[in-house]
């Protein structure tokens, strides 16, 4: 079970840097030298613009769409046809789907980087809506479709698993192509919201090692992702006692420096720049590798910790154990998932569904399990 690990995080890593952009003309080729992008076939771009700062914004003094901008027409391009709404456009009702459903609410119960997160430690919830912050401020700079932007943003994370990525590869063995939380997030997890194909697009390739996404604004909320969680699980790593501040890398500090306000203003002002001026969505190498270097630290100081580790490999186990209780048995399965047509996709995504605390005491009321065999989290301790 846990040698999978690796392969997972070897695939994660992969994408530390971004990539170079492509040179399909001399004109895109020059201004694309300078641009790194968080997908290998990274294809959406805007129109090379002003940037719409709050002053343009209050004034009227530049246009706040770019021509770029996703539009959004009538009830929007979804699997099931239903009538537009008279007040919303059809994003705007995809966010607010996403909002109120049930997936993004568990998120307030799953990991994001420690399992029972104390009071002021992130969870997955709380990620998504930094991460939705984030891509917002960068969209509304672009004259992008920020209500686009917020239903990805919000509904990005809403087919993890709990205790984190260690899901993933618990679940893996049961799922065929593996279990990729990104991609089951929006064919599995969020279908029932009946999400525009943009929308839903975005959700599943917003991960670096997915395909890119096929709008500028699935693009944004791959950048916001990355620099939300790089900065944030850093700080509450340092509250943690995990690592202490002072050892963030120098070409971190000097270029964002010390502070997560500081570093999530430059990483976002990186983006927003560097995407105006030659319209690929993306950063300029020399901030992109300071975020690369940031993450690279947090992977190798906070993730990939003995702790961290250790924890992975006890939810491996335990929701492992629990599908396979769930397949022999089942009787102990509610009624919406016993019955459904297949059982077997159903019972991985009840589980996937659960939040770190249901997970557990379903180990201890379904397996019998003891406290000791359950992952716990490290507190404030380390």
Request: charged share 25%.
């Amino acid at each position: 079970m846990a040698a999978e690990q690796p392969a997972r995080d070897q695939v994660w890593a992969s994408t530390m840097a971004g990539h170079v952009a492509g040179t399909e003309s001399s004109a895109q080729g020059h201004r694309s030298a300078s641009v790194r992008t968080a997908h290998a076939d990274s294809s959406a771009t805007i129109e090379p613009c002003e940037v719409v700062g709050r002053e343009e914004r209050e004034s009227g003094g530049v246009p706040v769409s770019n021509p770029a901008a996703t539009p959004e027409t009538g009830a929007g391009d979804r699997l099931l046809v239903e009538p537009p709404d008279p007040l919303r456009t059809c994003f705007e009702r995809d966010r607010d789907r996403i909002l109120h459903s049930t997936a993004f609410r568990r998120l307030a119960g799953k990991t994001q980087v420690f399992v029972f997160p104390e009071d002021h430690q992130r969870t997955r919830l709380t990620h998504a809506l930094e991460v939705a912050q984030v891509a917002r401020a960068i969209a509304t700079g672009l004259g992008l479709n920020v209500a686009l932007t917020e239903a990805i943003a919000l509904g990005h994370d809403c087919g993890h698993g709990p205790g984190g990525h260690a899901s993933e590869d618990a679940l893996s063995p049961y799922v065929d192509g593996g279990y990729n939380h990104a991609q089951w997030g929006a064919d599995v997890t969020l279908t029932p919201l009946n999400l525009c194909t943009e929308t839903a697009d975005g959700i599943r390739n917003h991960s670096w090692a997915r395909p890119a996404p096929s709008t500028p604004e699935g693009e944004v909320v791959s950048w916001a992702d990355r620099i939300a969680y790089v900065c944030h699980d850093f700080e509450d790593a340092v509250h943690a006692g995990v690592v202490p501040a002072d050892l963030l890398p120098k070409v971190v500090r000097s270029r964002c420096g010390a502070t997560r306000r500081e570093q999530l203003g430059a990483f976002i002002d990186a983006v927003v720049q560097t995407t105006a001026a030659t319209g690929i969505v993306g950063m300029d190498h020399e901030t992109a590798d300071s975020l690369a270097a940031f993450r690279k630290f947090d992977y190798e100081r906070i993730y990939l910790r003995p702790d961290s580790v250790r924890q992975g490999t006890l939810v491996i186990d335990m929701l492992q154990a629990l599908v396979e209780h769930l397949l022999e048995t089942p009787g102990d399965l509610p009624d919406d998932v016993s019955e459904a047509d297949d059982r077997n996709k159903a019972i991985v995504n009840y589980v996937g569904g659960m939040t770190d605390r249901f997970a557990c005491r379903s180990a201890q009321r379904l397996l019998g399990w003891e406290t000791g065999r359950l992952p716990t989290g490290v507190g404030l301790s380390g």
